[in-house]
């Protein structure tokens, strides 16, 4: 009885062990496709967004921007950081809020003007 019990229970772990092991190869396939898919940039935005803590779509969303424009962005910025002053009864936690959502959306820009520096440059041989 003990041996049968036994082997049930070997069987059942190389059965979850395999269903494990195939699922880790989809998703490591499934990132792998998405992160070619984003392409180089990708992987500076990503980081643009972890080290200021806001992705590019809350970013956009804080300072209702719909596409990048250094001037919308400017504008934008101007009236929110204004509107939530402390001394005008604004919150200083939307304020700090709108700082980093342009710091990002900045960010974002720099990163785009690289991409179109190197699209332009080139290639080496």
């Keep these: 009885m003990a041996k049968y019990l036994a082997q049930i ?3 059942g ?7 494990f092991a195939r699922a880790l190869q989809q998703e ?11 392409g180089r ?6 980081a643009a967004s972890n080290l200021s803590g806001l992705s590019l779509q809350e970013a ?9 424009s250094p001037e919308e962005i400017q504008k934008n910025y101007e009236h929110l950081f204004k509107a939530n002053d402390k001394s005008v009864g604004g919150s200083f936690y939307l304020q700090s809020k709108v ?6 959306l ?5 990163i785009q003007a ?4 190197e699209r332009e440059q080139p290639p080496k041989t």
């Design 99 to 104: 700082v980093r959502a342009k710091e990002r």
């Design 13 to 19: 772990v190389q059965v979850v062990g395999r269903a």
């Design 106 to 110: 900045e960010e974002e820009l720099r």
């Design 28 to 38: 490591f396939a499934a990132s792998r496709a998405a992160a070619d898919a984003r």
């Design 41 to 46: 940039a990708g992987h500076q935005s990503a």
């Design 60 to 68: 956009q969303q804080i300072l209702n921007i719909s596409k990048l």
């Design 114 to 117: 690289q991409e179109d520096r």
């Design 9 to 11: 229970i070997v069987m």
